[in-house]
């Protein structure tokens, strides 16, 4: 049971590429969100999910897709990098008999 | 939506005293408060947490308590000791299908 794994671990962008953060839970757990996490602001939310094929937006959600084709996948996109997105970004999972965010190790991600 | 106040932002402390970081939420229909804990590099876990049919919840040194009433809940840690020493967040929810608010972290410091 590897719980919640996110690839890659550290990623450099350039200003306007793009790229997809993936996050993958084993744990058959209904939930999955996407979180950002900078300085001084805790997690914010990004995107989430409350089963395959349902996503809504967080708190924080421009210039970030994301879909949920499978209950263990849930790949966050960014169209057009901006350094702006520069963070460390979390992936999190919950069942909906608990409400325990079960996080996954973060992608630290650099936009030049 | 629901908003999070947490404070202080950074606490320094002797190994041995107590730490209190308290938190406060706006929406009343919030019921369940978790706290999590996110050792420098780590993802953040999930240390104790609180609902709202009860007023305080202890496990070892740990304590969370809840004033619905002021819509506020502190976490108490007893005896600190360096490894006590990370952020830690607080967060709201209203259970079920809603993903929970967090707090922006505080930084406990514990000097041996």
């Known amino acids: 049971n590897a719980g919640v794994t996110q690839t890659p671990k550290f990623q450099v962008l350039k200003t306007g590429q793009s790229m997809t953060l993936q996050c993958a839970q084993d744990?058959?757990?209904?939930?999955m969100s996407w979180y950002r996490q900078d300085p001084g602001m805790g997690l914010r939310l990004i995107h989430y999910s409350v089963g395959a094929g349902i996503t809504d937006q967080g708190e924080v959600p421009n210039g970030y897709n994301v879909s949920r084709s499978t209950t263990e996948d849930f790949p966050l996109r960014l169209l057009s990098a901006a350094p702006s997105q520069t963070s460390v970004y979390f992936c999190a999972s919950n069942p909906t008999s608990t409400d325990t965010q079960y996080f996954g190790p973060g992608t630290r991600l650099t936009v030049l | 939506g629901e908003n999070v106040e947490q404070h202080p932002s950074t606490l320094s402390v002797q190994e041995g005293d107590s730490a209190v970081i308290k938190c406060t939420y706006s929406d009343s229909a919030s019921n369940y408060f978790p706290w999590y804990k996110q050792e420098l590099g780590k993802r953040p876990q999930l240390i104790i947490d609180i609902r709202s049919n009860v007023g305080e919840k202890k496990d070892q040194r740990i304590a969370v308590t809840l004033n619905k009433t002021a819509k506020h809940f502190s976490l108490h840690i007893t005896e600190t000791q360096p490894e006590d020493s990370a952020v830690y967040f607080c967060?709201?929810?209203?259970?079920?299908?809603?993903?929970?608010?967090f707090g922006r972290g505080t930084s406990l410091i514990v000097h041996p």
């Open positions: 744990m058959n757990h209904e939930y």
């Open positions: 967060a709201a929810s209203k259970g079920g299908s809603y993903i929970p608010t």
